[in-house]
T-cell receptor, first 113, second 115 residues
Framework: AQKVTQAQTEISVVEKEDVTLDCVYE???????LFWYKQPPSGELVFLIR??????QNEISGRYSWNFQKSTSSFNFTITASQVVDSAVYFC??????????FGTGTRLTVIP | GAVVSQHPSRVICKSGTSVKIECRSL??????MFWYRQFPKQSLMLMAT?????????EQGVEKDKFLINHASLTLSTLTVTSAHPEDSSFYIC???????????FGPGTRLTVT
């Protein structure tokens, strides 16, 4: 069965601090996809990244970076030098085969100016 | 890119009335569309999956007679909340995917308030 755990319900950081959002997933499939989405107060989901299970290479995109560790079933997301505009709810999600996206419960990030 | 629109973005209706929400894929053919519901400060919960031209598949606990889904074309799916009640007030989000696409593209959501 699929399960995505985001243990951090809410995080607050001061602007310019780095912050890591944790995501742990469970699946019996060997082929799967992992995602991160940002949901700002407007409500619209913003796609951030997609990773497939065969690609453990970490990725950096500007201030965003992702650490995929199959050994610990984790797909953590780090924002460096956080900004107020980063304040949002961040969802980690998983998809296996033809199955639908399965979302974690989300982490609400507040960046304090 | 792939763009999905939803209409309306916000709707307020009286208890007992029905509300229709449209979800459109603007620049690709959406063979599959998904409808999610999100209550305040909660995650997205899948309500149903619809393939173009077929009946929707509902998740456990979602009443198919209350949440009518139609996916009659490759660019349009509609969700009708029938006889809405205050507990149906929520944020409804659709997403779409097409042949050869590995991710879902999300609409901006519709905030429904039932008074």
């Amino acid at each position: 069965a699929q399960k995505v755990t985001q243990a951090q319900t809410e995080i607050s950081v001061v602007e310019k601090e780095d912050v890591t959002l944790d995501c742990v997933y469970e699946t019996r499939d060997t082929t799967y996809y992992l995602f991160w989405y940002k949901q700002p107060p407007s409500g619209e989901l913003v796609f951030l990244i997609r990773r497939n299970s065969f690609d453990e290479q970490n990725e950096i995109s500007g201030r965003y970076s992702w650490n995929f560790q199959k050994s610990t079933s984790s797909f953590n997301f780090t924002i460096t030098a956080s900004q107020v505009v980063d304040s949002a709810v961040y969802f980690c999600a998983q998809k296996t085969g033809a199955n639908n996206l399965f979302f974690g419960t989300g982490t609400r990030l507040t960046v304090i100016p | 890119g792939a763009v999905v629109s939803q209409h309306p973005s916000r709707v307020i209706c009286k208890s007992g009335t029905s509300v229709k929400i449209e979800c459109r894929s603007l620049d690709f053919q959406a063979t599959t569309m998904f409808w999610y519901r999100q209550f305040p400060k909660q995650s997205l919960m899948l309500m149903a999956t619809s393939n173009e031209g077929s009946k929707a598949t509902y998740e456990q606990g979602v009443e198919k007679d209350k949440f009518l889904i139609n996916h009659a074309s490759l660019t349009l799916s509609t969700l009708t909340v029938t006889s809405a009640h205050p507990e149906d007030s929520s944020f409804y989000i659709c997403s779409a995917t097409g042949t050869g696409r590995y991710q879902q593209y999300f609409g901006p959501g519709t905030r429904l308030t039932v008074t």
